[in-house]
């Protein structure tokens, strides 16, 4: 069974900082095509940061330059480092594989953790 497991959301004040953690087990992040998304409104998400399995990154231009993702594959994990952190950062942050959309309905397809919450306070 596959399964994503977050970690690392909490609260925090407007220019601080957070480090979200996802660990996979009955799957390999090696191969690219994951990533993570925030609910934007609804049951929508968007993708905040992720690789595709070509190696090209990806970013929404509202956290470039403050947040940066990154992977660990001797952990089978993926990281998102999120500094001078806003409040509009405030979500539920999902870690997902085999992305098929920048803009989706959460957790629809492929495979998706239970998500972690990031509240942001000014």
């Known amino acids: 069974e596959v399964q994503l497991v977050e970690s690392g959301g909490g609260s925090v004040q407007a220019g601080g900082s957070l480090r979200l953690s996802c660990t996979a087990s009955?799957?390999?992040?090696?191969?690219?095509?994951m990533g993570w998304y925030r609910q934007s409104s609804g049951d929508e998400c968007e993708l905040v940061s992720g690789?595709?399995?070509?190696?090209?990154?990806y970013s929404v231009d509202s956290v470039k330059g403050r947040f940066a993702f990154s992977q660990d594959n001797s952990k089978n994990a993926i990281y998102l480092q999120m500094n001078n952190m806003k409040v509009e950062d405030s979500a539920m942050y999902y870690c997902?594989?085999?992305?098929?959309?920048?803009?989706?309905?959460?957790?629809?397809?492929?495979?998706w953790g239970q998500g972690t919450q990031v509240t942001v306070s000014s």
């Open positions: 997902a594989a085999m992305l098929r959309s920048r803009r989706t309905r959460c957790r629809q397809f492929g495979y």
């Open positions: 009955g799957f390999t992040f090696a191969g690219g095509n």
């Open positions: 690789v595709t399995s070509d190696g090209d990154s």
